[in-house]
């Protein structure tokens, strides 16, 4: 921005002299004169380096349900998988259906199975899917909280071929 001549100072301050204030303000307004910006002193040698950028946050650990590859979730999308393993939760309240399927993750987890289907039992028709059954609304709760946490690998909707809506595949992590 440029420095205003003394000329064009005065028919500013002309200008400002007209002005009515919408609310009581000083009088007199005053232009400073701006001060001459000292030049920067020349730098001899190299220039010093840049702060290093922060270290980038930690991952977080991985959720079950988070850490399936592409070849992975093309299968399953696709109905390819067969479950090693099946829990049907038909005709369960909530507490027999946590209680068998805790006890499925066990027996599955114990015979080296990979992927699990279980099925929850599709909505009513004609009710938004968030009208769903209490049992499906509780199993992702149940794996995140389940000692058997740190061995789901993933949990999918299933392929129409398995139950669709009505059922999910729990892929459990391969054992090392």
Same mark, same amino acid.
């Given at each position: ?7 064009e100072r ?8 007209t ?7 000083? =009088?007199?307004?005053?232009? &400073? ?10 730098? @001899? *040698?190299?220039? +010093?380096? #840049? ?5 980038p946050?930690p ?11 592409g ?33 499925s993750?066990?027996? =599955?987890?114990?015979?080296? &199975? ?7 039992g599709?909505?009513? @028709? *004609?009710?938004? +899917?968030? #009208?769903?059954?209490?049992?499906r609304a ?35 992590r391969?054992?090392?």
């Open positions: 921005m440029r420095d205003l001549s003394a000329e005065a028919l500013w301050a002309k200008v400002v002299a002005v009515q204030p919408l609310r009581a303000m000083p =009088a007199v307004v005053e232009f &400073a004169e701006p001060e001459p910006e000292a030049p920067a002193p020349a730098r @001899k *040698g190299r220039v +010093p380096p #840049a702060r290093p950028a922060p270290p946050p991952k977080p650990k991985p959720q079950p349900g988070t850490t399936l590859d070849t992975w979730d093309r299968r399953l999308s696709r109905g390819l998988v067969s479950p090693d393993f099946t829990v049907d939760l038909h005709g369960h309240h909530l507490a027999s259906a946590y209680d068998l399927l805790d006890d993750l066990d027996r =599955a987890i114990a015979s080296g &199975a990979r992927v699990i289907l279980l099925i929850t599709k909505p009513p @028709k *004609g009710e938004p +899917p968030i #009208a769903r059954g209490r049992i509780a199993v992702g709760d149940w794996l995140a909280a389940s000692p058997y946490a740190g061995s789901i690998a993933a949990v999918r909707g299933a392929h129409p071929r398995h139950g669709g809506v009505g059922a999910l595949y729990i892929v459990l391969r054992r090392r």
